[in-house]
């Protein structure tokens, strides 16, 4: 069994501070991602796990042991590096071999475990080249391999895939989450990408300016996300945010207005947010506006759909229609079920 | 750049740094501020007395004319050297930058030089201009050329200018050529397609493309000149014939080990020393405007 | 090449021809008089084109004393203080430059400067006191007193810690969770890696070294201390009437020899290591 607990954890360089008091707690064999914007601190703290960071204040445990001062290698940790960081004069087994070397393994050891993950891996073939000598998507296995070897209590990965090309990076996703159930070690994940993030977690933590926004199951965090940036951030394509005001009886919206449904109870002005994909095809009266642009993803469209007084266009996910034409009107008819409503000054949801 | 991260040992990196901070000690800081304090001193050539006579020694080169010539031949020697060597070595350098087969070739017999020692490179070019012997006197013969360096002295400056020169075309060579290959070919060849002929693209691409490197070697050819040539010297002229090939550290030597003067030489040294500083100051200032680039 | 001219690439080649004829030319006649008896090298005028004397005046470096110290002695006195400065510098550089890349400590910018500043002083400048130094020390006519003084080196540092920066922080990191101290990360990777750096830098040194002329000059008066590259001047000036050229060639052919084979035959890493060094 190996947990983490994250408690209070602060980090500040000099006089800035970066990381502003975040608690996490990973129960065992859980694939934690941390996603957020570039300087959100997501690295900063996945490195404050490993040791490679030093712990300003709070407390992290492995095992409910206080790691705070411990060395990287006595953390029970393996990492993988965004540039995978393989040291470029040895070879793959010796990549790999390296810090059992130095934890001083018996040489059959050794080898029978650089030759287990290797084949787990499917990188036996190369052991003896060069990572210089290997392409991409095969540098990433042999770092896997080299955090898998150590046979460690947690992975740590920090943005493993932004160096590989698309395809390739939905290859590895799916390899390296399989690999994590089937090892059953628990794993810390750093991404800036979202689709990453959803389809990986088994819970998301959205970090910002060095708060936790959110954490929570993918599907919580998309059916329910507590603020403005993290709806906006988590789903694809990004939630539509559009200013306006609730009465009484009307929601005044891009310079129309629209009858007030009866389960939003919420009033003032706010902003309000839909996702492309929760428009529906319905004859009822929506929000009116003309198609600016369209593009085809195959099976699906993204309509880009200009109302006055709005100034970012409302980007619309529907099925494949070759009626609709650029300059045509549109209607959006909102779902009811899936509007969501945002203070535009603290930013939080209100409905 | 720096690194992001750093280790923490208490002492460490006190005994990495260690051994070559306690040479740079003992024989460069020491042995700088010993000059500094003895060019303050007048002392007997035994070493029996000496006298603290503040800036004496200074003022006694200020009013040196053998001195002050020595400073401006010095000066002279330096700018020949550098801008012969550094014109051969361009020519050759644009030259090689165009063929491609047999540049290597070229290549490896031009760096020879470097490898020569500047008192061996002396004693080359004085068997070639020996007065009675050399082969290339006795051409100059034929043409009517009378070549004495042991008793002409612009003859002399002019061979251990033309020996300097020679040892330092390869470094300077090597360099033009790096910086020419580092020229984006696409430049090359856009200018190409806007009609430029090579000489003409040589003048109005390559040459301000490089000429970073250029100011680079410059300086660092006159920081050549001005301390790298003893051994050239020593060879060929010994500072003759009269002081017409004595530069500045050739004179420090001169007068410290041969004439003793003790204080007069320390006080040179310091001298040399405030040049290379400054030299040296330049250099980097070029080399921090180089690196935002 | 952008375009095809026949005619500008065969006179590029002609001149490229004549021109590294006339640099070679000093080292071809060399070679020449090195070939030749003493009575041919008084007949003007001289050959162009190599005798058969050159094992004969070989034989004379080796046996004759009166040419002062024999050319093994002298050529091998050459190799130890080439060797001991390169290795000395480069061992003493790449572990400043480590300290200073790698570790956050008090003094360290002022180490830094204070390494900096050697760069500035070259041997001739401060002759007159250093060479005080070295007698005080007791170190005259010995190796020691032949290399020390002239290992302390900024630019190897210097070229150290930029060889360090391009190395990445991952690198360390890695090494870090695997448990290596930083000694280990410095023999496991640092060292590793920067091998072509250390080939270039040996080369440079190693030619540095053995060119050395003033100060084994200055502190060597036992002729059995005397360096390959000094003994010329020796020969210069030994004996009566005109020196003895075809023993002087040949002995500066000796002593020009190893630079120049190692720049030769490492050329590729030299030439990297040298216009790389000085960005």
Known sequence: MSTIKIEQIKKSYESTQVIHGIDIEINHGEFIVLVGPSGCGKSTLLRMVAGLETITEGIVKIDDEVVNDLEPKDRGIAMVFQNYALYPHMSVYDNMAYGLKLMKLPKAEIEERVQQVAELLQIEDFLERRPSNLSGGQRQRVAMGRAIVRKPKVFLFDEPLSNLDAKLRVQMRMQIKTLQRNLNVTTIYVTHDQVEAMTMADRLVVLKDGVAAQIGTPMEIYDNPLTQFVAGFIGSPAMNFIDCEVTDQHILIAGQTLTRPAHITVRGKLVLGVRPEHFIESQSV???GKVEMIEKLGASILLYVSCENNPQPIVIQCDNNENIKIGDSHNMVFDLQKMYFFDPDSQQRVS | MLKRVHYRSSYLPYLLV??????TILFFIWPAGQALYQSFLLEDAFGLSSEFVWFDNFIELYENPNYLNSFARTGFFSVAVASLSMSFALFFAALADRVIKGSHTYRTLLIIPYAVAPVLAGTLWL?????TLGIITYFLDAFGIDWNHKLNSSQAMGLVILAAAWKQISYNFLFFIAAMHSIP??????SAIDGAGPVHRFF??????????TFFLLVVNIIYAFFDTFGIIHAITAGGPGNSTEILVYKVYNDGFVGLDLGGSAAQSVILMFIVVMLTVVQFKYVERKVQY | MIENRPITTFVSHSVLIIGVALIVFPIWI???????DALRLTQVPLPLLPGDQLWTNLKSLFEEKDFGTPIHLTVFNSLVMALMISVG???ISVLSAFAIVYFKFRFRMFFFWMI??????????RILPTYEVVANFNMLDSYWGLSIPLIASATATFMFRQTFLTIPDELMEASRIDGASPMRFFFDVVIPMSRTNIAALFVILFIYGWNQYLWPLLITTDPDMYTAVMSIKQMLESGEGEPQWHLIMLTALIAMLPPILVVIFMQKVFVKGLTDSEK
């Open chain 1, 286 to 288: 929506g929000l009116q």
């Open chain 2, 18 to 23: 260690a051994p070559q901070i306690i040479i």
């Open chain 2, 127 to 131: 068997f070639l201009f020996n007065p």
């Open chain 2, 185 to 190: 070919k696409s430049l090359i060849e856009a």
């Open chain 2, 204 to 213: 109005t691409i390559i040459l301000p493309l490089i000429s970073p490197t």
């Open chain 3, 30 to 36: 060399m070679i020449v008089a090195s070939t030749h």
């Open chain 3, 89 to 91: 510098k480069i061992s």
């Open chain 3, 116 to 125: 900096f500043i050697t760069l500035m002083l070259p041997v001739e400048v």
